[in-house]
């Protein structure tokens, strides 16, 4: 067991090459043929580039990315570890091949998908989004994945579908943190049917251009950036449509402290921390939390006629 | 077991500075390392409290620990105990307002108030300041009989201290509670009916 050392991460500069490889090649196929072209691409050591002349990709807002080697050490996940810098080394051996992913609940077509067929059938698109934990700290990343309704459009919810619920994998041998019986296992998530089928919501199979590791969630997660990180749930085994609203693991957790909705928002605190600010992992300062995690123009419409501090 | 401990103070002595100090060389040699997370501020946040609690407690310790097992001679190290749960009491608040907010009085006022723990944990701070300064022989001297009577305020320090932790944590309260059941204990000890079970208590499994 050992943490992801830098050096064994190919450096920052490299993707950077290769997104650029990706954004000059955007015409030709995105997917899984596309990150295979990529991986072979960072192979041939690019030397032309100054490795000091990183980070020059920036988010909508202008802020930069965070670097890889962050995403992929500061982890929460406690069917690993609580300890965020721990995660990456307790996943390193999760196994996510073979993968399959029912999808069922009240839909037309249930079925059951291998995670190598998701990666062929739907286009994988990067989507550079902030994520904003509930404890206050926040990122840049640059995923790679396709919409949730892409897939939701493939099952077809039957009429009565109001809510989609998620299920990570309940494998307490592979993921020691399930024998803890503080929190009821497996982790579940849901979205409303609306924020689900949202085009901003997507399911994700990657970061950097690169296969996402286990403890990022591979491999497939959820990725909802106008909530805190904690619905976008990892290592998805089951999505199924429903007409009641899911009980989430936190929610039984700590009923009073995290609620369904759970949307990012410097107005709604948590009843024993504010949520005015946050620190970007990388910056020293704290900066304002935005509604809606700055994504409020693309979703304050959902929320309209909800009072949010009730429906935190 | 208490002549040792007086026949070796000068040892313990040494010990216990090191063993005080240690958080704080670590904390420092990773530091200069960069052996923090990508989150560092909250690290050193974390591993500037936590030792403060745990002096806190030993602290808290000395009295019933030299009551129930006659080791008097442990007195002499409350005091350095004492002041290192200061020190790392002090670089924590510091670290808060310093590095976490950066003296932004403003941003500090309005958060601080949203986030009961911290106000706790200024409570403890405030409650622990004054015992640190009148910990010297001089203060001792001047207050007299004042002076065990302001030192009680340690006890309130401690149960606004270990507070502060249980309300710091996300969801899974069990290690501050551990903190806490210490806290208790240490605190029934200053019963007399409690200490007078652990002294039957002790007396029967001598006599078996």
Known sequence: ?312 | MDNVISYMSKYIRVLLHICALLPLVMLFYDLSYDNLSVNPIQDVTIRTGKPALVLLVLVLSITPVRKWFGLHSLIQFRRSLGLYAFMYASLHFLVFIGLDYGFDIELLQLSVFKKPYVVLGLLAYLTLAPLAITSTHGWIRRLGKYWKILHKLVYLTGVLAVSHYIWAVKSDIRQPLIFAAVICIMLLARVRAFNRAIYLLRERISTK
């Open chain 1, 1 to 312: 067991m050992q943490t992801i050392r830098s050096s064994e991460i190919t450096p920052e500069h490299i993707y950077v090459s290769r997104r650029k490889f990706m954004s000059s090649a955007s015409k030709i196929a995105v997917g899984a043929a596309m990150m295979a072209a990529c991986s072979r691409q960072s192979d041939s050591t690019d030397t032309s580039l100054d490795a000091g002349n990183i980070s020059t990709d920036v988010d909508e807002l202008g802020d930069s990315w965070t670097n890889y080697t962050s995403i992929a050490n500061y982890n929460n996940f406690y069917e690993f570890s609580v300890n965020k810098e721990r995660v990456a080394a307790m996943a390193q051996d999760f196994k996510i091949t073979p993968w399959e992913i029912d999808v069922g609940g009240l839909v037309k077509n249930p079925g059951r998908y291998q995670i190598e067929n998701l990666l062929t059938k739907f286009d994988q698109e990067e989507r550079v989004y902030r994520l904003r934990c509930v404890e206050g700290w926040s990122m840049v990343v640059p995923w790679m994945g396709f919409p949730l309704k892409r897939l939701l459009d493939e099952v077809e919810p039957t009429m009565n579908a109001r809510y989609v619920r998620f299920e990570t994998l309940y494998d307490p041998v592979q993921l020691p943190g399930q024998n803890d019986g503080w929190y009821s296992w497996p982790y579940v998530e849901g979205l409303r049917l609306d924020e689900a089928f949202h085009d901003l919501t997507i399911l994700a199979t990657g970061i950097y251009g690169r296969t996402l590791l286990p403890q990022n969630g591979a491999p497939l997660r959820l990725v909802v950036p106008w909530k805190y990180g904690f619905k976008s749930i990892k290592s998805i085994v089951r999505i199924d449509l429903v007409d009641q609203q899911p009980i989430t693991l936190w929610m039984k957790a700590a009923p009073n402290e995290y609620g369904f909705y759970a949307n990012v928002n410097p107005n709604v605190h948590h009843p024993r921390w504010s949520q005015d600010t946050e620190r970007r992992i990388g910056e020293l300062g704290r900066r304002d939390t935005l509604l809606f995690n700055g994504y409020a123009e693309q979703v304050d419409h959902l929320y309209s006629n909800m009072d949010l501090q009730h429906n935190f």
